[in-house]
């Protein structure tokens, strides 16, 4: 989960104090920034640090449930959401935040092996941890997508972005862009 999921939760909180909130996710962290991956990138704090900076027991306080699961389908006539994992969840109000997810470059190749996107907190884990990375592809780089190109650039892997607004620059570690 995002931090986003976390400030929702958090403004609910402020406003109904007495409420059950619970929060579902399909990622097994509790809410993180993507800057906490971005930090980790460059090596600037620990992986082993809490992902959230509030502390561990900041969802204990405010009385935040966290669930690892998905949700498959809202019955509003019965104020229930289906889960994935097959169980239910009832509710009185329901906020849906669905996030997003990386759009897939649509090229013969995007689909293989070897062929990820950096878009949650174990997709980074991936690329920092498993094994070298000598040349990257980034496709539509915004300001996130920069600061990890900068941090793949300083472990010196060869980086090519492609923006699709403005067509094809690659860049070869020289300073020029072609």
């Excluded at 399909?26 to 809490?50: M, N």
């Amino acid at each position: 989960m995002v931090r986003p999921a976390l400030i929702a939760a958090e403004a609910i909180r402020k406003h109904a104090p007495a409420d059950e909130i619970v929060l579902i996710g399909d990622e097994p962290e509790p809410p993180y920034s993507k800057w906490r991956f971005l930090t980790c990138s460059h090596g600037e704090i620990d992986e082993a640090e809490p992902t959230c900076a509030k502390g561990d027991d900041h969802f204990q306080r405010l009385r935040i449930s966290l669930r690892v699961d998905r949700a498959r389908a809202v019955d509003t006539a019965a104020r229930k959401v289906a889960l994935d994992g097959g169980s239910e969840l009832g509710f009185d109000r329901l906020l849906i935040a669905t996030g997003s997810y990386p759009a897939r470059l649509p090229v013969p190749g995007a689909d293989l092996a070897g062929v990820n996107p950096c878009w949650t907190l174990a997709d980074a884990r991936r690329s920092w941890s498993g094994p070298a990375v000598a040349r990257v592809f980034a496709d539509r780089s915004g300001f996130i997508g920069c600061i990890i190109l900068e941090a793949l650039a300083n472990r010196g892997v060869s980086l090519t972005v492609w923006k699709w607004a403005i067509g094809c620059a690659a860049h070869d570690g020289s300073g020029a862009a072609g």
